[in-house]
């Protein structure tokens, strides 16, 4: 066979958008297999209104667990 595969690949992007209160974050994952499956996992926008308050819009997994807090990146790896 030719070519190669990458098992649980993930794209992030993120920036701000004009200035430095508007954000957005965008992730994909890319499934193993032949087709080039693409799934959007988050992808969502955020707008710094001061005083410590931040609005967050879009696509994304809720907060309920700590498990769920640490990203895919920061987590032991495990096959």
Do not use: C
């Not at 499956?37 to 992808?43: E, F, G, I, P, Q």
């Not at 994304?60 to 895919?72: Q, V």
Request: proline share 1%; charged share 20%; aromatic share 16%.
């Amino acid at each position: 066979t030719t070519g190669f595969r990458n098992a649980q690949t993930r794209l992030s992007l993120a920036g701000n958008v004009g200035n430095e209160n508007w954000g957005y974050k965008i992730s994909f994952d890319f499934a193993d297999s032949t087709d080039g499956m693409v799934t959007l996992k988050d992808v969502y926008g955020t707008y710094k209104a001061g005083n410590g308050w931040k609005w967050t819009f879009g696509q994304l997994k809720l907060p309920l667990y700590r498990a769920e807090l640490i990203g895919d990146e920061y987590q032991l790896f495990a096959n």
